[in-house]
């Protein structure tokens, strides 16, 4: 939760929120006026958070990274999830591939659990690790891949 300034000039609570439902990753964004009662459901979606509920979840809660719990895993089935994941060239999926199997991808904790989730599904096994750059944490997330 955050402050944004209400159309009625008082400062109003703003929420934001991402989760996996149902093996889908899906994002919310409420708000809420003390001040004058205004209260509105600004958005709710699946799949990938836009920046404006993404970037205020990075901000309070950092992100993660994850990685494979065994980096000689073969790129097959990893790959074949990447490409299935996000509208990726094979050269961008290998890469995030790569990354995987060293330092990890990072995201946000809903967005590793999704992720986590779809390669599971292929018998990949992964780990999620704290304490990921924030810096770094975009792509492939919002870049509408």
Request: proline share 6%; charged share 25%.
């Amino acid at each position: 939760m955050f402050t944004v300034r209400c159309d009625c000039g008082a400062e109003a609570e703003q929420d934001v929120g991402q989760a996996v439902r149902d093996g889908r990753l899906c994002w919310d964004s409420e708000f809420h006026c003390r001040a004058c009662g205004a209260a509105a459901c600004l958005g709710f979606d699946a799949g990938d958070a836009p920046p404006w509920v993404r970037g205020p979840l990075i901000a309070e809660h950092g992100t993660v990274r994850l990685r494979l719990a065994d980096p000689d895993t073969g790129r097959i089935p990893i790959l074949k999830t990447l490409l299935e994941t996000w509208d990726l060239s094979l050269t961008q999926a290998m890469l995030l591939s790569e990354q995987l199997a060293g330092d990890g991808l990072p995201g946000t904790l809903p967005e590793a659990e999704w992720l986590r989730e779809q390669l599971a599904a292929r018998r990949v096994r992964t780990e999620i690790v704290p304490g990921a750059a924030t810096d770094d944490a975009d792509f492939p997330w919002a870049t509408g891949c």
